[in-house]
Structure formats: C-alpha cells, structure tokens
C-alpha cells in the first residue's frame, strides 16, 4: 500500500480499482531489491480514504492504518511517522529516512531601504584600518623623534616641521590610505620602510573589502517571515496546514515529555479550526502555499526539502525542525512473515529464529552499506531541476584580517630593526667608516 509522497513515491497509474501501476520513488527501489532477496511479488494500492491514518475518538483508524487492520494489505510500503498509537496496533519492520516536522513556505526577498548604502561600511575592516593608521601615524612620529637620520634632527630647513609635529605624520598617514599625494616623503628609512609597508597593508584590506562589498551587495536577502513552530503558533498573520491523516499533530499532542510541543499543538490546533483548508496530500498542501504567501505547510522535513530542490525559486524550508525520529514501512502484528523482513532487529520479534538471523541481517545490510543512501541520490539527481544559488553572506571578520595584523607586526619588527641599524651606524658605523676613509685617503695621499 502506498501514498504518493517525494521522494518516496514519485509517480504512478492509477487503475478503476486503485490499484498503482507504473509505479517509481525510492519505496518502490527497495521493495524491489526486498522481492528480489526474498522471492516474493507484490502489488501497490492506494488508500481507501486517501489518508496515512490516524486515531479517532471513537477508536476506529483512518487510512492506511485502516487498511492494514482490514487486511486490505499485508504491508504499508509508505514511510511513516513512528506514533504510541501505531504502534500499539502495528509493528513498524524497517528504518528507512529520518523523521522531522519542518515547515515550508513560499520564498520571500528583503526590499532595500533607504541606508542600505551605509550597510557597506562593516565595522571589522573599517576598525582595523582605523587601527592599524593609528599606529602606523604614532609610531612613525616617534622614529622622526628617535632616528638621527630624519629630517627634524638633521635639521633640514622647510622640511623638519613635518617630522617634528604628529598631526603631520597623522596627515600623511591619513593620505597614504586614501591614495592621496604626500605633502612630504620621510627621510628616516625605519620611517620610509614602515611607510610602505602600511601602503602595502591598506592595498590587501581594500581589496578584501571591495570583494566584501561586492559580495554584500549581490547576495540574496532572503528573509524567513517565520523562524520557529513557537512564532507560527503565535502568528495572526500566517495559516498552518496540514496535510489529513498525517501524524504531525498528533506527535505534538502525545509529546507528554516536552510540554513546548503540547503548547504548540494547542496554539496551532486552534488556527486551523479557524481557517480550515482541506489538505489531502503533500502536493496538495504545497500548491496552498504557492497560492497564498501566508499559508504554511507542516510536514515531513525530507519531503519538504525534496520539492523545495525541485522549486528553489519559490519555496522555502525553514531550518528549524522538530526531531520525531525514522520513517519506517508497518506490517500487522499477526504477521509472521515480516519478522524476517525487519531491516533491524527488535526484541519484539522472534530472534532465535534461523531465518530471521539471516533475512534480518541481509536486509540490514541495505541501509549499512548505504543502498537507501544511493537510491534517494538516484531520485535526487533526477528530479532537482533548479539549482539553489543563494549566496550566503559571510562578512569580514577580525580572523580574516588577521593577515594584516601580521603584515604589521613583520612591518613592526622590519622597522625597529631598521631603526636600530640606523643608531648603530650613526654612533659607531660611521665614525668607524670616516676613521677608515680618512686612513686610506691619508695613505694614498703619501703615496
């Protein structure tokens, strides 16, 4: 027994008798590799009522659940979700997805506003060059000061005004920085080589800031209008569907243990008796969505995010999802033979049966080895039509300009190591080089 729902069941005949003919999706793969291990066929109904099944008030179950309890069927070939009340009725004999409520919406782009062009001046790179001009200006101020080669203490006329006052070196940095032309060039060559240094450092942060910016401003701003269950449950705006039969209520409503999702189901529970909108399938649910921005479907995340590939232009999956553990197939309880089909051993299940330790390790195999993982690639790859190019925005952070920083320190330690050579020359070089000149000239002079 199956229900149509990507990627498990993709498309199908549907005879007079609901019988499914034609059938393809990942359920029908596996069946096939289970006929094939086990030597058994099988046919494909679809569901009296159209529904997965669920428990009513009178106790009587809708649905597949129904089915399977009339003998209408002997297996539910589609995933469903793992329940108390399924469970007390049926035995589940295969893990095959993960299980997760997800919500999907249509697509929704941010408008721009009117300072979005001020958005461009993130504060990491702006910091760090502010910083590292800071710097640059105080330290070049103090070579001036300390190097007995700079104009000031050279006392070179019209030119020592401008290392002997810091807003000079603040000025020239400042110009520096922003490609301007320099009043003056610093003599000193600590100060020349820290100079171009930072000219080298804000040419690597500008490009890096340009690519930020470029990519800031061709990103797509989408914007989730709902983020979580709990502002879908206490949103005016939007409409929670849910597909009949399916188990996404009923999780929350026996969720016992976490009374968030009791809350939930409450708040939810009662804006859909408010705007009551027959959803009987997946496809159903999702072309409400696609008809109105404000309706939002509930339901399976690997469904959910399996049509979403297929329409990226115009659904969205909301991150945020609730864990409601595996999608499995279901047999009856009287059912001898689906102990030796389990993919995974229980101890509900006969296990010192010899067949079983056979059968059962061969089919766990399926999902071990990754054969589910392959055929839902399989589907995957066939049917994702669209490609998703959202650019997600990563703006520059303080690792990312932690090149800088070390092309400041390397600046840092080039300088002061300059400078010291510089002090060193002076005091000692070059009354060494004078005594040695004045030597050599004096000898060749006698000569």
């Given at each position: 027994m199956e229900l149509k729902e990507m990627p498990?069941?993709?498309?199908?005949?549907?005879?007079?008798?609901?019988?499914?003919?034609?059938?393809?999706?990942?359920?029908?793969?596996?069946?096939?590799?289970?006929?094939?291990?086990?030597?058994?066929?099988?046919?494909?109904?679809?569901?009296?009522?159209?529904?997965?099944?669920?428990?009513?008030?009178?106790g009587s179950w809708t649905g597949l659940i129904k089915d399977l309890l009339n003998k209408r069927i002997d297996i539910i070939g589609s995933c469903l979700s793992r329940t108390a009340n399924r469970s007390s009725v049926a035995k589940y004999i295969g893990q095959i997805d993960i299980d997760q409520i997800a919500m999907l919406l249509s697509s929704s782009t941010a408008k721009g506003t009117v300072f979005d062009i001020l958005k461009v001046f993130q504060p990491v790179p702006l910091i760090t060059l502010a910083g590292i001009s800071l710097l640059t200006s105080i330290l070049a101020f103090v070579f001036n000061r300390v190097s007995p080669y700079s104009s000031r203490n050279r006392k070179i006329p019209s030119l020592e005004v401008y290392d002997s006052r810091y807003p000079d070196n603040i000025s020239m940095i400042m110009k520096a920085g922003l490609s301007q032309n320099l009043a003056f060039f610093p003599r000193a060559p600590c100060t020349r080589l820290l100079l171009i240094s930072y000219l080298l450092m804000v040419f690597f942060l500008f490009m890096a800031w340009k690519a930020d910016v470029t990519a800031f401003l061709t990103r797509n701003k989408v914007q989730y209008a709902i983020n979580s269950f709990e502002e879908l449950a206490a949103s005016k705006t939007f409409n929670p569907l849910v597909v009949q039969g399916n188990a996404v209520l009923g999780f929350l409503k026996d969720a016992i243990m976490n009374p968030t999702y009791l809350k939930l189901y409450e708040e939810i529970n009662a804006r859909i008796k408010q705007n009551p909108i027959t959803i009987r399938s997946t496809d159903e649910g999702v072309q409400q969505v696609l008809k109105n921005p404000y309706n939002v479907l509930l339901g399976s995340y690997p469904v959910l995010r399996f049509i979403r590939q297929m329409r990226c232009k115009e659904l969205v999956v909301i991150p945020s999802t609730i864990d409601h553990g595996q999608k499995t197939m279901m047999v009856r309880k009287d059912s001898e033979w689906a102990e030796n089909m389990d993919v995974f051993r229980s101890f509900q299940f006969r296990i010192n049966s010899p067949t079983f330790l056979v059968m059962s390790s061969s089919l766990r195999k399926l999902k071990e080895t990754g054969v589910v993982s392959r055929i839902r690639g399989k589907w995957s790859n066939r049917m994702h039509t669209c490609m998703d190019d959202d650019k997600i925005y990563q703006p520059l952070t303080l690792r990312g300009c932690s090149a800088v920083f070390v092309m400041f320190v390397a600046a840092l330690g080039m300088s002061f190591g300059a400078l010291i050579c510089e002090i060193i020359w002076h005091y000692y070089g070059q009354p060494l080089w004078i005594y040695i000149w004045t030597l050599i000239h004096h000898a060749a002079s006698t000569k």
């Open positions: 498990y069941i993709i498309d199908y005949n549907v005879t007079v008798e609901g019988e499914l003919v034609n059938a393809t999706g990942m359920m029908v793969d596996i069946l096939d590799l289970m006929a094939k291990k086990f030597v058994f066929r099988y046919r494909l109904w679809t569901p009296s009522d159209g529904h997965y099944g669920i428990l009513l008030e009178n």
